[in-house]
T-cell receptor, first 113, second 113 residues
Framework: DAGITQSPRYKITETGRQVTLMCHQT?????MFWYRQDLGHGLRLIYY???????DKGEVPDGYVVSRSKTENFPLTLESATRSQTSVYFC????????????FGPGTRLLVL | QQQVKQSPQSLIVQKGGISIINCAYE??????FPWYQQFPGKGPALLIA?????SEKKEGRFTISFNKSAKQFSLHIMDSQPGDSATYFC????????????FGSGTQLTVLP
């Protein structure tokens, strides 16, 4: 039972480069989420998806793009990375989208130089 | 706008002591209040949750106390153990525009042996 996986686990990139963070879940959960975790801010929602081909913005969507062509995958792309996007990124999934029991991946630590 | 305020930012407790973490919310549309536990290098995991129809919920050594009129809720960890050392996040969700989880800023708990 793989659950929810993220890749890469660590990434160093330079300002202006495009970066894609991958998220894969094996539960066939309808909902998937991307959060960023920064000290003092907790977890902030970037984007979420209710199903394949259905995505919506969260609290901090600027500078990020998502897609969901398959239920199990939910990649997050930083189109032109900035230093302010240095963070730990968590993907999560849930059966329903009403906030109940989200299952988190192990995270991707991203450093933008 | 931080809709869920969490305190303290860090907490040090002796083994066997009681750990108390507090959260306050502003949005009266919130009707689900979970706590997530996060160990270093891992994603957050649901610990315990409460709905406002009850004032307290207990699961083992973990208890949520809820005060609807004050718009506050807290996590109590009885007989704290070194294995409880982690970061704890409160969160809230509700209906309509509040449907997605809003997290507090987190509390880093250290339980000394």
């Amino acid at each position: 039972d793989a659950g929810i996986t993220q890749s890469p686990r660590y990434k160093i990139t330079e300002t202006g480069r495009q970066v894609t963070l991958m998220c894969h879940q094996t539960w066939s959960h309808s909902y998937m989420f991307w959060y960023r975790q920064d000290l003092g801010h907790g977890l902030r929602l970037i984007y979420y998806s209710a199903a394949a081909d259905i995505t919506d913005k969260g609290e901090v969507p600027d500078g990020y793009v998502v897609s969901r062509s398959k239920t199990e995958n939910f990649p997050l792309t930083l189109e032109s990375a900035t230093r302010s996007q240095t963070s730990v990124y968590f993907c999560a999934s849930s059966v329903t989208g009403d906030g109940e029991t989200q299952y988190f991946g192990p995270g991707t630590r991203l450093l933008v130089l | 706008q931080q809709q869920v305020k969490q305190s303290p930012q860090s907490l040090i407790v002796q083994k066997g002591g009681i750990s108390i973490i507090n959260c306050a919310y502003e949005n009266t549309a919130f009707d689900y209040f979970p706590w997530y536990q996060q160990f270093p290098g891992k994603g957050p995991a649901l610990l315990i949750a409460i709905r406002p129809d009850v004032s307290e919920k207990k699961e083992g050594r973990f208890t949520i106390s809820f005060n609807k009129s004050a718009k506050q809720f807290s996590l109590h960890i009885m007989d704290s153990q070194p294995g409880d050392s982690a970061t704890y996040f409160c969160a809230a969700s509700g209906t309509g525009s509040a449907r997605q989880l809003t997290f507090g800023s987190g509390t880093q708990l250290t339980v000394l042996p």
